[in-house]
């Protein structure tokens, strides 16, 4: 029998059935709102076609709504003390795999080859908050194919991610995400949704992940270097952060000729520059 999780009275039971011990080291934050979880499925547009990445399944209570919708669901969970309950909630569903470790330490890649034979994947999520950032750019910067990713995240982690040039959440996570995809903020969602509520408000964001880059730069990679310079040092203009930034090379005289040429003020500070000035100011610094 089927028997869902999506509810306080269901998921207090299983908790106490196992007298499971909430982690709060491992961002452990339960949803119990049935509406948020419909939300989130519909937003990923999930399909009987997909191969779905969950990670951090918890007890179970999105991947139940994950093996109902897709074809194929591959859950990766930290918490070991949390293998046996989902092996009892997600007993009648024959089409999710559980795997027992550190998401940061996987080949998302090899699962992606694995079980969705190199396919984009779509990787849905009430994700761990502590380490949002590393997930979000691990599954970028490794070339993983992914169609979206469609995650619950801290509400000032999601602003961050679609803002741009002015506002006060701007900064070098915005960027790389709208480098790699075009962000919605999908759902805002209180803290009681979740057993425990966490101290923090939460949103539902979709990364849709872009064919090609909204941006054509020839050196990614320095590109990325420059707008972390600008941003370390948010109060400093650009000219300073770039060169008081140790990782990058160009003297004071290059960097100054670089504003110039784009018809930018000396006093401009990084904050200012949109992602194609970031992508030209790369170009020419780049120039042999
Ligand atoms: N998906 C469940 C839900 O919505 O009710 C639980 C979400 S909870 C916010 C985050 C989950 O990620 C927890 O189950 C936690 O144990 C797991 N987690 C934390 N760090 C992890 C890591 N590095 N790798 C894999 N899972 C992790």
Redesign the pocket.
């Known amino acids: 029998m089927k028997e869902y999780?999506g509810n306080p009275k269901n998921?207090i039971e299983i908790i106490q059935k196992y007298e499971f011990m909430f982690?709060k080291k491992?961002?452990?934050?339960?949803?119990?709102d049935t509406h948020v979880?419909e939300k989130i499925i519909n937003a990923a547009g999930v399909t009987k076609d997909d191969c779905v990445l969950?990670?951090?399944?918890?007890?179970?209570?999105?991947?139940q709504y994950l093996a109902e919708n897709a074809r194929q669901v591959v859950a990766?969970?930290?918490?070991r003390n949390?293998i046996p309950i989902l092996g009892e909630t997600l007993a009648a569903w024959d089409n999710v795999t559980i795997i027992n470790?550190?998401?940061?330490?996987?080949d998302i890649r090899e699962l992606a080859d694995r079980y969705n034979g190199g396919r984009p994947i779509k990787v849905v999520?009430?994700?761990?908050?502590?380490?949002t950032t590393p997930?979000i750019m691990g599954l970028f910067e490794s070339g993983v194919p992914i169609d979206n990713i469609t995650v619950?995240v801290q509400k000032e982690v999601a602003d961050r991610m679609k803002e741009g040039p002015g506002s006060k959440d701007y900064g070098a996570l915005s960027l790389a995400v709208q480098y790699y995809a075009k962000p919605e903020i999908v759902a805002n969602v209180p803290p009681n949704c979740?057993i425990p509520r966490?101290n923090v408000g939460s949103a539902v964001i979709r990364l849709t992940r872009y064919t090609d880059p909204p941006v054509t730069v020839r050196d990614e990679k320095l590109m990325f270097k420059l707008i972390r310079a600008s941003f370390n040092q948010r109060r400093k203009t650009l000219q300073n952060g770039l060169n008081n930034a140790p990782e990058l090379p160009f003297s004071k005289e290059k960097v100054a000729a670089a504003i110039a040429r784009m018809g930018l003020p000396a006093s401009v500070r990084g904050e200012a520059l949109t992602l194609s000035q970031f992508a030209e100011l790369s170009d020419i610094l780049g120039e042999p």
């Open positions: 999780l998921t982690q491992f961002g452990q934050n339960f949803l119990i979880l969950e990670i951090g399944p918890g007890i179970g209570t999105m991947t990766v969970e930290i918490d949390l470790e550190d998401i940061l330490k996987v999520a009430n994700l761990p908050y502590y380490i997930i619950m979740f966490p």
